[in-house]
T-cell receptor
Framework: EPEVTQTPSHQVTQMGQEVILRCVPI?????FYWYRQILGQKVEFLVS????????KSEIFDDQFSVERPDGSNFTLKIRSTKLEDSAMYFC????????????FGEGSWLTVV | EDQVTQSPEALRLQEGESSSLNCSYT??????LFWYRQDPGKGPEFLFT???AGEEKEKERLKATLTKKESFLHITAPKPEDSATYLC?????????????FGQGTRLTINP
């Protein structure tokens, strides 16, 4: 069964450092997403991406965050200057269409900022 | 603002003891209601999408139902391997909306 893959599975970084989280969405999917889950809290939407541009973003997704599809298979989330409160599990997801369609999630990248 | 509330927060059952999990929602036009299973330290695993009131979907020991205000996930004769957190999420019809809004989940434990 096709799956969304994410790397790294766990990263520890110092406050103020830049972090790039990588994802390979399911190959025939067109919509890509990042969500995050702070330990013990709800899964929260960050951003959606379609046709090489951001199509929707949340208040969390400020100027410190950026997304990119550098080639035909990868989708990345960059955090420019990490803060302690960025510590969370970050999930990449993808879907074939925009609405009402199954959205598949990856296993997550656990980011710890120290 | 779209909101999802799940109850109970945690539920312990004996193996074979059937029960239901509740997901109450408010949304500006429902495009879809999603159920996911999440194991500790893992990503949400897709279970069902429901689109309109009255719809039901089944998968093994799980059945999801939908009304205009809530959804239920019924678990029949559960086994220990059904232990997980079950997440409910909604997607609205708002123009351009793609995001899922999640509830806090129900942590289900099935004792052998």
């Amino acid at each position: 069964e096709p799956e969304v893959t994410q790397t790294p599975s766990h990263q520890v970084t110092q406050m103020g450092q830049e972090v790039i989280l990588r994802c390979v969405p399911i190959s025939n999917h067109l919509y890509f997403y990042w969500y995050r889950q702070i330990l013990g809290q709800k899964v929260e939407f960050l951003v959606s991406f379609y046709n090489n541009e951001i199509s929707e973003k949340s208040e969390i997704f400020d100027d410190q965050f950026s997304v990119e599809r550098p080639d035909g298979s990868n989708f990345t989330l960059k955090i420019r200057s990490t803060k302690l409160e960025d510590s969370a599990m970050y999930f990449c997801a993808s879907s074939q269409t925009r609405g009402g369609n199954t959205i598949y999630f990856g296993e997550g990248s656990w980011l710890t900022v120290v | 603002e779209d909101q999802v509330t799940q109850s109970p927060e945690a539920l312990r059952l004996q193996e074979g003891e059937s029960s239901s999990l509740n997901c109450s929602y408010t949304v500006s036009g429902l495009r879809g209601l999603f159920w996911y299973r999440q194991d500790p330290g893992k990503g949400p695993e897709f279970l069902f999408t429901l689109y309109s009131a009255g719809e039901e979907k089944e998968k093994e020991r799980l059945k999801a139902t939908l009304t205009k205000k809530e959804s239920f996930l019924h678990i029949t004769a559960p086994k220990p391997e059904d232990s997980a957190t079950y997440l409910c999420a909604v997607q609205s019809h708002s123009q351009g909306a793609q995001k899922l809004v999640f509830g806090q989940g129900t942590r289900l434990t099935i004792n052998p």
